[in-house]
Structures are given as structure tokens and as C-alpha cells.
């Protein structure tokens, strides 16, 4: 199994910065890619950003791309989500995922991280 665990969250003014961590363990973690979510009240989960873990490549919505920075350490298992220029709409809880190698999904995923940006 693979545990990921979320930390970073708080509340922000808009135009502030906040860095969101998610630390991956467990003996069968292999990922091919890790991303982050969000889910804001009464809406669906989506898709914030994506890291290729071996490659580096990176991937963004669009509503995110320019203001958020998507980045991993390896060798501590862990990638990060460096969010500035924040705004209201941005208010969600954030979730870290983890698609394992040879997987088509989003295997695993994080217990979630609330980020709020009040006006």
C-alpha cells in the first residue's frame, strides 16, 4: 500500500503564497506520475497540476498555470505545490495523488489539505 499525507494548508489573504507538501510512503510506492487536486464546496474535484516522476515534466489547469509550480524531491518521496497570487476562487480542499507506474489512474490518494483565500 502507498500512504500520502498532506501538509501546508491554512488560510491566506488574496495575493499570498502558501507551499503545499505531500510526503509518499509505503514499499510499493513507484510512481509514474504524482498530481494534485482540488475539490471546492458543492463542486467537483479537479485537477490542479502533475509531475512526471522520473521526467520532471509537468503538467497545469489552466486556471493555475503561471501563479502555481508543481515540483518534486525524490529521493525524500515527496512533491510540492508552490501556490502564489492566490485568490478566492482558489479556496478548496487540496489533494495529493499518486498513479502508479503501468496504471492508468490516479491510484492513491491524500487525505486532503484546506487551503482558504479570503478577499
Known amino acids: 500500500q502507498v500512504q500520502l499525507v498532506e501538509s501546508g494548508g491554512g488560510l491566506v489573504q488574496a495575493g499570498g503564497s502558501l507551499r503545499l507538501s505531500c510526503s509518499a510512503s509505503g514499499r510499493t510506492f513507484n510512481p509514474y506520475m504524482m498530481g494534485w487536486f482540488r475539490q471546492a464546496p458543492g463542486k467537483e474535484r479537479e485537477f490542479v497540476a502533475a509531475i512526471t516522476w522520473t521526467s520532471g515534466a509537468t503538467v497545469y489547469a489552466g486556471s493555475v498555470k503561471g501563479r502555481f509550480t508543481i515540483s518534486s524531491d525524490n529521493a525524500k518521496n515527496t512533491v510540492y505545490l508552490q501556490m502564489m497570487n492566490l485568490v478566492p476562487e482558489d479556496t478548496a480542499v487540496y489533494y495529493c495523488?499518486?498513479?502508479?507506474?503501468?496504471?492508468?489512474?490516479?491510484?492513491?490518494w491524500g487525505q486532503g489539505t484546506q487551503v482558504t483565500v479570503s478577499p
Open positions: 495523488a499518486a498513479r502508479q507506474r503501468g496504471e492508468i489512474k490516479w491510484n492513491y
